[in-house]
């Protein structure tokens, strides 16, 4: 019984703050249109003395219904919805931001792995080059020795034939020689 009376109560005085915040809620969107109504600022003087006290009026009951617990608690649930929605919100925005930074990580990579192939085939390329050279060297060099040694058994021939031939020479002026004393 006593549960049920203080549901009822609790219920009476929610719908209370509830009318009283729509009527906040009311006056404030009718300050905001007046403002938008208006295109001139008006002084104090030119603020009928009804509108004024209405005015006065308003911001009183305002007042009251801020110092109301009822209406404290909503603000204070609004400012939290507010400040877990602004939370929630930088959450996001640094999870965006770190997957943004790890795709440029990504990237970055991609791009230092292009960069070593390209520079590992630059270097097979050379190898291959100055094998080639090497080669092409190596076959030049063979060449020569085979020029030089060709070169030296003509030297040797012509050279053994000139021998040969002065062996010759010596023999027949020896014979010459035999012949004439005989």
Same mark, same amino acid.
Do not use: Y
């Given at each position: 019984?006593? !549960? #049920?009376?203080?549901?009822?109560?609790?219920?009476?005085?929610?719908?209370?703050?509830?009318?009283?915040? %729509?009527?906040?809620?009311?006056?404030?969107?009718?300050?905001?249109?007046?403002? $938008?109504?208006? #295109? %001139?600022? !008006? #002084?104090?003087? +030119?603020?009928?003395?009804? +509108?004024?006290?209405?005015?006065?009026? #308003?911001?009183?009951?305002?007042?009251?219904?801020?110092? +109301?617990?009822?209406?404290?608690?909503?603000?204070?649930?609004?400012? %939290?919805?507010?400040?877990?929605?602004?939370?929630?919100?930088?959450?996001?925005?640094?999870?965006?931001?770190?997957?943004?930074?790890?795709?440029?990580?990504?990237?970055?990579?991609?791009?230092?792995?292009?960069?070593?192939?390209?520079?590992?085939?630059?270097?097979?390329?050379?190898?291959?080059?100055?094998?080639?050279?090497?080669?092409?060297?190596?076959?030049?060099? =063979?060449?020569? =020795?085979?020029? !030089?040694?060709?070169?030296?058994? !003509?030297?040797?021939?012509?050279?053994? $034939?000139?021998?040969?031939?002065?062996?010759?020479?010596?023999?027949?002026?020896?014979?010459?020689?035999?012949?004439?004393?005989?």
């Amino acid at each position: 019984m006593q !549960r #049920t009376v203080l549901a009822e109560q609790k219920t009476q005085s929610l719908a209370a703050s509830m009318a009283r915040r %729509q009527r906040i809620v009311e006056n404030d969107e009718k300050k905001v249109m007046e403002k $938008k109504n208006n #295109t %001139q600022t !008006r #002084t104090f003087k +030119d603020v009928p003395k009804k +509108d004024r006290v209405e005015n006065m009026l #308003t911001k009183a009951l305002d007042k009251l219904d801020e110092d +109301d617990d009822d209406v404290k608690v909503m603000n204070q649930k609004c400012l %939290q919805a507010r400040v877990l929605a602004i939370r929630n919100q930088q959450l996001e925005e640094n999870k965006q931001l770190e997957r943004d930074w790890v795709d440029e990580q990504k990237k970055l990579d991609l791009m230092m792995e292009l960069e070593r192939l390209k520079a590992l085939q630059e270097m097979d390329s050379k190898a291959e080059h100055r094998k080639v050279v090497e080669h092409h060297g190596c076959s030049k060099i =063979i060449d020569q =020795i085979k020029e !030089r040694e060709v070169e030296r058994l !003509r030297h040797e021939e012509i050279l053994e $034939k000139e021998r040969l031939q002065m062996r010759k020479n010596i023999e027949q002026q020896k014979e010459a020689e035999l012949k004439q004393m005989i």
